[in-house]
């Protein structure tokens, strides 16, 4: 079979309250940053590129397999929140076997976006993606090249950003669950936030990083991160990289009011260094981590709630997938 080097653009037209349809459009235009990408990629005219909608359903994967399996295309554009760029991360992941040398280019057009802040330093306030893409690439600040990316995973399931286990599972859980006056308000998280906070904390859990135990305690909550960041800024892994091998993590007892207060306005911050923060908090990195729980605990993945479980075990999937990034 021919390879097929153009790329395969699969936008999520609903993400960001219509930024993914925006970028989707932008994508399709010869100029900018998507021309630097196509003439990196030796990708053509982008005009020509073909486009796969993602749908509820998951119809979209059956296409893209197409594309990949009997076309020959070798390059995927992911356009999405982070929980549509973890779907076809995952997607191009479980295709590996079949289809040699498959590349990745994430394109943030969710709300938060915080895979974005790690990957490319991009964030929301910078405006929209490709113009802030043309301005670092037509400056040559930043140009398009090829690299490896890791990946996690949660009890087999793969995420490409941030896990949150307890505090943050629920408050993601009733988030998307509840049917309350404010849960289709803007206000939704912080509300769940605070019910979650109240009614949380009172587990215990043992940490074995690695196969070796390195925290039994009082639990609370606990994120694990293959990025940085998750809930449009919250640096809960500053240390994570998407290279390394590795995971990281922080667990943490349910701490008081103010401390709780304290300690999110330091992962919130973006200074250099950062404040400490204040809360008891066991920072972790390893290549596999388990939890295990005296209780059934919330679990969500970049932005999607998973379920409940006794045990929730993760795995660095290490140099996971190629994608194009605009570097330095």
Same mark, same amino acid.
Not at 108 to 114: A, Q
Not at 265 to 294: C, L, W
């Given at each position: 079979?021919?390879?097929? =080097?153009?790329?395969?653009?699969?936008? =999520?037209?609903?993400?960001?309250?219509?930024?993914? /349809?925006?970028?989707?459009?932008?994508?399709?235009?010869?100029?900018?940053?998507?021309?630097?990408?196509?003439?990196?990629?030796?990708?053509?005219?982008?005009?020509?590129?073909?486009?796969?909608?993602?749908?509820?359903?998951? +119809?979209?994967?059956?296409?893209?397999?197409?594309?990949?399996?009997?076309?020959?295309?070798?390059t995927v554009m992911?356009?999405?929140? &982070?929980?549509?760029?973890?779907?076809?991360?995952?997607?191009?992941?479980?295709?590996?076997?079949?289809?040699?040398?498959?590349?990745?280019?994430?394109?943030?057009?969710?709300?938060?976006?915080?895979?974005?802040?790690?990957?490319?330093?991009?964030?929301?306030?910078?405006? +929209?993606?490709?113009?802030?893409? /043309?301005?670092?690439?037509?400056?040559?600040?930043?140009?398009?090249?090829?690299?490896?990316?890791?990946?996690?995973?949660?009890?087999?399931?793969?995420?490409?950003?941030?896990?949150?286990?307890?505090?943050?599972?629920?408050?993601?859980?009733?988030?998307q669950q509840r049917?309350?006056?404010?849960?289709?308000?803007?206000?939704?998280?912080? !509300?769940?936030?605070?019910?979650?906070?109240?009614?949380?904390?009172?587990?215990?859990?043992?940490?074995?990083? &690695?196969?070796?135990?390195?925290?039994?305690?009082?639990?609370?909550? /606990?994120?694990?991160?293959?990025?940085?960041? =998750?809930?449009?800024?919250?640096?809960?892994?500053?240390a994570a990289r998407? &290279?390394?091998?590795?995971?990281?993590?922080?667990?943490?007892?349910?701490?008081?009011?103010?401390?709780?207060?304290?300690?999110? =306005?330091?992962?919130?911050?973006?200074?250099?260094?950062?404040? &400490?923060?204040?809360?008891?908090?066991?920072?972790?990195?390893?290549?596999?981590?388990?939890?295990?729980?005296?209780?059934? !605990?919330?679990?969500?993945?970049?932005?999607?709630?998973?379920?409940?479980?006794?045990?929730?075990?993760?795995?660095?999937?290490?140099?996971?997938?190629?994608?194009?990034?605009?570097?330095?």
């Amino acid at each position: 079979m021919a390879q097929d =080097n153009r790329i395969l653009i699969v936008g =999520n037209p609903v993400s960001g309250n219509g930024r993914g /349809a925006r970028l989707l459009e932008a994508a399709r235009r010869n100029e900018g940053a998507v021309r630097s990408l196509a003439a990196a990629a030796a990708a053509g005219d982008p005009a020509n590129w073909p486009i796969v909608q993602t749908t509820r359903g998951g +119809e979209w994967k059956t296409e893209v397999e197409a594309f990949v399996k009997t076309r020959g295309i070798r390059t995927v554009m992911a356009i999405g929140g &982070d929980g549509t760029l973890m779907e076809v991360a995952a997607h191009l992941y479980g295709m590996r076997a079949d289809a040699d040398g498959l590349s990745l280019v994430p394109v943030p057009g969710g709300r938060g976006n915080d895979f974005a802040r790690a990957y490319y330093g991009y964030r929301l306030e910078d405006g +929209e993606f490709w113009e802030w893409a /043309a301005d670092a690439a037509g400056g040559a600040t930043r140009r398009w090249s090829r690299q490896t990316l890791d990946l996690g995973s949660a009890n087999g399931r793969v995420f490409i950003n941030m896990a949150s286990i307890g505090y943050g599972g629920k408050v993601v859980e009733n988030a998307q669950q509840r049917q309350a006056f404010w849960s289709k308000t803007s206000a939704v998280y912080q !509300v769940e936030g605070l019910l979650a906070f109240a009614g949380g904390g009172r587990g215990r859990v043992d940490v074995k990083v &690695d196969g070796e135990s390195v925290y039994t305690g009082p639990f609370f909550g /606990a994120f694990v991160g293959n990025g940085k960041a =998750n809930g449009s800024g919250l640096y809960w892994t500053r240390a994570a990289r998407f &290279d390394d091998g590795k995971l990281d993590a922080i667990v943490f007892p349910k701490p008081g009011l103010l401390e709780m207060a304290r300690s999110m =306005n330091a992962i919130k911050s973006t200074a250099t260094p950062p404040p &400490d923060i204040v809360m008891r908090h066991k920072a972790i990195q390893g290549a596999e981590i388990v939890f295990y729980f005296d209780e059934p !605990v919330a679990l969500e993945l970049d932005g999607d709630f998973v379920g409940d479980a006794m045990q929730h075990g993760f795995k660095c999937l290490a140099q996971a997938l190629n994608t194009w990034v605009l570097k330095k």
